[in-house]
């Protein structure tokens, strides 16, 4: 079992810049090795793929956040963050935190919301 403690979001102007965490606890068998990401969901959407980073610091990011959305993880801490710059208002959206264990079981955090007024 994986627990998910999400922190950092907020409302922002346009072209402003928030940083959010998600703190993973659990077994120690659980935790190594999982990939860590960020999903997203606007109101009237469906959930979409942020951005994702495997234990050994490989990234991958949807092509809507590229260049503007940095995501990295603290393994001492089983932490993951994503540095938001240059927000927009299309990036509003209540943000998850998704971690993927060694069997492939997920887990999901229970969301932060982001606002980023024009």
């Known amino acids: 079992q994986v627990q998910l403690v999400e922190s950092g979001g907020g409302l922002v102007q346009a072209g402003g810049s928030l940083r959010l965490s998600c703190a993973a606890s659990g077994s120690i068998f659980s935790l190594s090795n999982m990939v860590m990401g960020w999903y997203r969901q606007a109101p009237g959407k469906q959930r979409e793929f942020a951005a994702t980073?495997?234990?050994?610091?490989?990234?991958n990011y949807a092509d809507s956040v590229k260049g503007r959305f940095t995501i990295s993880r603290d393994n001492a801490k089983n932490t993951v963050y994503l540095q938001m710059n240059s927000l927009k208002p299309e990036d509003t959206a209540v943000y998850y935190c998704?971690?993927?264990?060694?069997?492939?079981?997920?887990?999901w955090g229970q969301g932060t919301q982001v606002t980023v007024s024009s």
């Open positions: 998704n971690v993927v264990i060694y069997d492939l079981r997920e887990y």
């Open positions: 980073i495997t234990s050994g610091g490989h990234t």
